[in-house]
């Protein structure tokens, strides 16, 4: 593991990021053939990877929307459209971070067959999970719609908060997939801190209320997921700019420079070793 005396820079942040970018073609090619191998000896194929989320929100809804009767949320809006809009990255979060995971560990039988560089094994099942995505914030649209939430100028900034989802899960999985790697218990303790944040992370409960202590609250800001969450929630709802909160942006994108600092240094440091690793 990392060493007192090792010294990280931005040079291998760098030369991971120019990695995803040579090869960005293979990175889409690879994640299209993915998605229908993954589905293809299923009879409804591909249908089930937009089907199961709709499914969980119906769940969702029905226990917390309507059987525990929470109404509206935030300014007015009604617990659906509030939760749906949440839920939709955080849905593409889960399955993404989980999937990069055992990106390389699936594959580290081919790494030395491989002509592309292994750092965009993470980033292919990010991509590959963006179909579903894309299918769910249509949805969320639409639902939005129909409980009368109106486009506005805020929602330009949701490519903001899509270039930090993305930026986050780049970082988060080139970690995440060295990590198990070299700790062949982190997948498990990942499943688990996943299902945690799911909770945490101001998906299913409007934390940023009077009912929570500050302090609390506070903690739960420091999340990126809870960040990337609240940031689809303002865009959509149009309740405030990004930069009107610099304390929070800065400290995100501290968080996520961390991740791709430690995250790059191991997957260099180890990626001749990874075949001896398993």
């Not at 937009?50 to 009767?69: A, E, M, S, T």
């Not at 099942?125 to 949805?139: A, G, Q, R």
């Not at 299902?195 to 202590?213: A, H, I, Q």
């Not at 260099?268 to 001896?276: C, E, T």
Request: charged share 15%; with cysteine.
């Amino acid at each position: 593991m990392l060493h007192c005396k090792e010294r990280i820079d931005l040079k291998e942040v760098y030369t991971l990021i120019k990695e995803q970018f040579q090869n960005i073609g293979i990175i889409f090619r690879i994640s299209q053939y993915e998605d229908k191998a993954e589905y293809q000896s299923h009879y409804l194929g591909l249908v089930w990877e937009y089907l199961y989320p709709l499914i969980q929100i119906g769940i969702y809804w029905l226990v917390f929307g309507i059987g525990l009767k929470h109404g509206s949320t935030t300014h007015g809006v009604d617990y659906l459209p509030w939760m749906v809009i949440g839920i939709t990255p955080w849905f593409f979060m889960n399955r993404a971070s989980l999937d990069a995971s055992k990106s390389i560990y699936q594959r580290v039988g081919m790494v030395s067959k491989m002509k592309f560089p292994v750092s965009i094994l993470p980033t292919i099942k990010i991509v590959s999970n963006l179909s579903s995505f894309w299918t769910m914030l249509v949805f969320s649209i639409l639902v939005s719609f129909l409980y009368g939430v109106h486009p506005s100028i805020y929602w330009i900034q949701w490519i903001y908060y899509f270039i930090c989802m993305i930026a986050w899960m780049i970082a988060f999985g080139i970690f995440n997939s060295t990590i198990s790697l070299l700790v062949r218990d982190w997948r498990i303790m990942l499943q688990s801190l996943m299902r945690m944040l799911f909770y945490m992370s101001g998906v299913l409960f409007n934390f940023e209320t009077t009912s929570f202590p500050a302090p609390f609250v506070h903690i739960l800001q420091l999340n990126p997921f809870f960040y990337v969450v609240s940031g689809f929630r303002d865009s959509m709802l149009g309740t405030m700019w990004f930069w009107q909160e610099p304390t929070l942006n800065i400290v995100f994108w501290g968080i996520v420079l961390f991740f791709f600092l430690v995250g790059s240094h191991l997957h260099y440091k180890f990626r001749s070793r990874f075949v001896d690793l398993i």
